[in-house]
């Protein structure tokens, strides 16, 4: 039987939620990493914007929905 429950996760907003904050982040990576004269990485932007940026703007994000 086939089961006729499955979601599509790019559908979800947990997923949507996911791209909005990796898009963040990789904003955030090229601007460090331009003022730091070379790439920090990307686990270094996750954990610097999260650290930084990431509350402020999760509220901001609430607002407009």
Known sequence: MI???IV???DT???KEFLAIKEEVMK???YESEKA???IGFARA???WTMRFKTQWLK???KKN
């Open 13 to 15: 907003s947990l997923y």
């Open 37 to 39: 004269g070379y790439d």
């Open 60 to 62: 901001n994000r609430k």
């Open 46 to 48: 996750v954990i610097d």
């Open 3 to 5: 089961n006729m429950n």
């Open 8 to 10: 599509n996760v790019a």
């Open 28 to 30: 955030h990576k090229w």
